[in-house]
């Protein structure tokens, strides 16, 4: 789940359906989007009340599966969630898994910024480098004109590769979501609207983090896999951070051709290491 505010059901049914062959997959929609965006109130979307959510949900599903524990997977802004998550309640969490992990709010968007400033000016994109300078730099981790800054510099982003590799912003998010059948029509409807709703309300608060000064100890084992080319979360923070993390067990899996992504980009290497971590944990 990325974002705030962006689910990530319609793809795992698709582009990641193949999990269900091995595994029980479970993807929610985070309250304030898509199915749970109805009669989500602003003062409810923090970030303790999300990890009340994640505890009532794994032990629902604990019972209703016959298990003991789960296998948590977060994905971009869900790694911070899931970070937080599992700092707080490792009780039914055999490991953690952070697909774009998220390390310093306020120094991502600081290395997103210039990482796409940088790409502009060498191919001397005029356009490009006005809206990047109309919108930031960011000053703690916030945009001129809040979400819409953060939009477009995530656009300019996106054009040099930043966030994906292969395919555009709209064609990677927006069009899988209105084609998905996984999707109700008042899900997309919450998803349209609770994206914007869930990043305006919580994004000043979900930046305000630093986990090398706060979450580097850990009770479950701690691994993360990493788009070398991915300047959305910032891979440039990934190995400071891993080195300072002690755990019960660890691992730092990079994928040389992804940006944030490798689940998609590098499939068949996904599945390989995702396989090895479900072993070595079993």
């Not at 979307?45 to 994640?54: F, G, P, V, Y």
């Not at 009780?91 to 709010?105: H, N, P």
């Not at 210039?114 to 703690?140: M, Q, R, W, Y």
Request: proline share 3%; with cysteine.
């Amino acid at each position: 789940h990325g974002g705030p505010g962006i689910p990530n059901r319609g793809s795992l049914m698709t582009s990641q359906a193949y999990l269900a062959e091995k595994f029980i997959v479970v993807a929610y929609d985070q309250r304030g989007t898509g199915g749970s965006y109805f009669g989500a109130k602003a003062d409810s979307l923090t970030i303790k009340r999300m990890c009340a959510d994640i505890k009532e949900l794994t032990e629902y599903l604990c019972e209703k599966f016959d298990k003991k524990k789960l296998f948590l997977i977060g994905g971009s802004w869900g790694t911070e969630l899931g970070t937080f998550f599992i700092k707080e309640h490792p009780e039914r969490i055999i490991a953690y898994i952070g697909i774009g992990q998220t390390v310093d709010g306020v120094k991502n968007e600081e290395n997103s910024w210039n990482f796409a400033f940088e790409k502009a000016t060498a191919a001397n994109d005029i356009k490009s480098i006005k809206t990047l300078n109309e919108v930031g730099p960011p000053v703690k981790g916030v945009y001129k004109d809040g979400v819409k800054g953060l939009m477009k510099e995530r656009n300019v982003l996106n054009k040099y590769g930043g966030f994906t590799t292969s395919k555009g912003l709209y064609a990677s998010f927006v069009k899988p979501i209105l084609l998905s059948k996984e999707y109700t029509l008042r899900d997309k409807i919450g998803i349209i609207f609770g994206t914007t709703y869930t990043l305006k309300t919580m994004w000043a608060d979900i930046v305000n983090y630093d986990f090398q000064q706060t979450h580097t100890e850990f009770e479950v084992p701690y691994y993360i896999m990493q788009g070398r080319l991915d300047n959305t979360t910032s891979a440039a923070l990934i190995e400071d951070f891993y080195n300072a993390v002690s755990a019960p067990k660890k691992g730092l899996i990079w994928f040389e051709n992804s940006a944030h992504h490798p689940q998609t980009a590098e499939k068949d290497k996904f599945i390989e290491e995702l396989d090895k971590i479900i072993i070595n944990n079993a």
